[in-house]
T-cell receptor
Framework: NAGVTQTPKFQVLKTGQSMTLQCAQD?????MYWYRQDPGMGLRLIYY???????DKGEVPNGYNVSRLNKREFSLRLESAAPSQTSVYFC????????????FGQGTRLTVV | EDQVTQSPEALRLQEGESSSLNCSYT??????LFWYRQDPGKGPEFLFT???AGEEKEKERLKATLTKKESFLHITAPKPEDSATYLC??????????FGPGTRLSVLP
């Protein structure tokens, strides 16, 4: 029972490079989320997908794009990485978007130099 | 604007010394309040969901309670393995999960 799996676990990018963070869940959840966590800022929502086929912006969407590939997979893309995007990124999923707990992956630690 | 604050920012306890962590929120239309535990280098691990004032949930040495303005996470006779950062999050109105900054708990043997 893997839960929420994120790849890669660590990544170093140069400013301007692009990359995609992958996330998959095996709990048959409808909703999926991408968060970033920075010291002193807590967890902030980047984008979420309430159900397959829909995506919506969260609190800090600028510089990111997402794709809900199917019910299991939700990817986050950085088109042109900036040092301000250095952070730990967490993917999460929940049964429904409202009123049900979210389960988190182990995180991707991204450094942009 | 929906806000979630947590206190204290950090807490050091001796093993067996019970205490409480606080999560205060200013939201309208609460859909749920969630407690998580996060260990260094790991993702948050779900602990409890509370939906309405007066509700309580328990798990081992942890007990979560909810009022109309705040939630408490009571830790009874903590052990060193309870050391972690404890996060609370709320869902309210049209907003998705809003997380507090967390309380770093250290339990010394």
């Amino acid at each position: 029972n893997a839960g929420v799996t994120q790849t890669p676990k660590f990544q170093v990018l140069k400013t301007g490079q692009s990359m995609t963070l992958q996330c998959a869940q095996d709990m048959n959840h409808n909703s999926m989320y991408w968060y970033r966590q920075d010291p002193g800022m807590g967890l902030r929502l980047i984008y979420y997908s309430a159900s397959e086929g829909t995506t919506d912006k969260g609190e800090v969407p600028n510089g990111y794009n997402v794709s809900r590939l199917n019910k299991r997979e939700f990817s986050l893309r950085l088109e042109s990485a900036a040092p301000s995007q250095t952070s730990v990124y967490f993917c999460a999923s929940s049964e429904q978007v409202w009123g049900t707990e979210a389960f988190f992956g182990q995180g991707t630690r991204l450094t942009v130099v | 604007e929906d806000q979630v604050t947590q206190s204290p920012e950090a807490l050091r306890l001796q093993e067996g010394e019970s205490s409480s962590l606080n999560c205060s929120y200013t939201v309208s239309g609460l859909r749920g309040l969630f407690w998580y535990r996060q260990d260094p280098g790991k993702g948050p691990e779900f602990l409890f969901t509370l939906y309405s004032a007066g509700e309580e949930k328990e798990k081992e040495r942890l007990k979560a309670t909810l009022t109309k303005k705040e939630s408490f996470l009571h830790i009874t006779a903590p052990k060193p393995e309870d050391s972690a950062t404890y996060l609370c999050a709320v869902q309210a109105g049209g907003q998705n999960f809003v997380f507090g900054p967390g309380t770093r708990l250290s339990v010394l043997p």
